[in-house]
């Protein structure tokens, strides 16, 4: 099975316009056609699960997780639930010191889309290089396959 976790916040919503990020719909949409059972992935806000049912995003989502702290467990716990295999799948991410690190440290195939603020979070270390890197949601679709 193929699974893309999907970061919530920053990558698919934008807090500061509280809509979603342009091309978000499309990119859902081209990624389940292709196959992939999709997660998103958020980490605990007031209002979220709010925000997140009165986005029409819900429907894409084979599970949707909501977590005090993102981890590594939780992304394992995800993938083993999916019965997801790492290296077919994906981690779509706005930061290299979250998402793109614990993706690494699965296997997954990582995407870090460098928009909004943290499109300058300089990679640190081997752990915090993505596979890939992308200028907006959009071009997620060029690299997943």
């Not at 970061?7 to 292709?34: E, H, I, M, Y």
């Not at 819900?58 to 993102?70: A, H, V």
């Amino acid at each position: 099975m193929r699974a893309i976790i999907f970061d919530f916040n920053r990558t698919l919503f934008d807090p500061d316009s509280r809509a979603l990020v342009s091309g978000t719909l499309q990119v859902l949409k081209a990624c389940r056609k292709r196959g992939f059972l999709l997660v998103l992935v958020s980490r605990r806000e007031r209002g979220r699960q709010k925000s997140i049912a009165s986005l029409s995003i819900k429907d894409y989502f084979r599970r949707i997780i909501i977590t005090p702290k993102k981890s590594v467990k939780t992304f394992q716990r995800i993938l083993r639930q999916l019965k997801a295999d790492p290296s077919e799948s994906y981690i779509v991410g706005d930061r290299v010191r979250e998402e793109i690190v614990m993706g690494n440290t699965l296997g997954l195939r990582t995407i870090w889309v460098r928009q909004n603020i943290f499109a300058r979070e300089a990679p640190r270390n081997k752990k915090e290089r993505p596979m890939f890197a992308v200028l907006n949601l959009r071009d997620v679709m060029r690299v997943v396959k």
